[in-house]
């Protein structure tokens, strides 16, 4: 075979090895890499100076280090996942807590318990629950794009917002 076919073929495939796996880099970063969560500014909460029990709060509440790092497949039932992160030290207990988005829709979190940088997935399809894979079990997929993914504590209080990419 001639030199000058030979580099010929070798750039050829140089260039469609890269071109594929430029391709499946780009579908990746699209459907599945996180994106980083919005800053949000807390507001002071208002003193009160009543003796009972604090009503729960709708302002992000940010002394416990959990957030909500990404939700996945957006619209599509069989691929939707919410990653919830617990960035703190010791452990959260995550029993009660619950999910929700703007139309209702509440996850309510089981007997689960997350160590210092440990995450679950809440999957919206049906499935087998695991230590790191929650099952909603819902029919229809929850999420849409610009909606707040919302995490509460089991006292009501906000504790973690995500804007839907």
Same mark, same amino acid.
């Given at each position: ?13 140089? *260039?469609?090895? $890269? ?6 880099? *780009? ?7 996180? =994106?980083?969560?919005? #800053? ?6 208002? #003193? ?6 604090? $009503? ?9 280090? !959990?957030?909500?790092?990404? =939700?996945?497949?957006?619209? $599509? ?8 992160? *617990? ?32 995450? !679950?997935? =809440? ?17 229809? #997929? ?24």
């Amino acid at each position: 075979m001639d030199r000058r076919k030979l580099i010929q073929y070798l750039l050829l495939n140089v *260039f469609v090895s $890269a071109s594929v796996t430029g391709g499946i880099l *780009f579908w990746y970063d699209r459907n599945y890499r996180a =994106v980083s969560q919005p #800053a949000v500014i807390q507001q002071a909460a208002p #003193a009160s100076s009543s003796d009972s029990a604090p $009503a729960p709060s709708t302002e992000l509440q940010t002394d416990i280090p !959990v957030k909500i790092s990404s =939700v996945v497949g957006a619209g $599509a039932l069989e691929s939707e996942i919410v990653v919830v992160k *617990f960035e703190g030290e010791g452990q959260l207990d995550l029993t009660s807590w619950q999910l929700k988005d703007e139309n209702g829709n509440t996850f309510t979190f089981p007997k689960l318990t997350l160590y210092p940088n440990g995450a !679950v997935q =809440v999957h919206t399809s049906s499935g087998t629950d695991t230590v790191i894979d929650l099952y909603w079990g819902i029919g229809d #997929a929850v999420w849409s794009s610009g909606e707040n993914a919302r995490l509460f504590d089991s006292q009501g209080n906000l504790r973690a917002v995500y804007r839907v990419p």
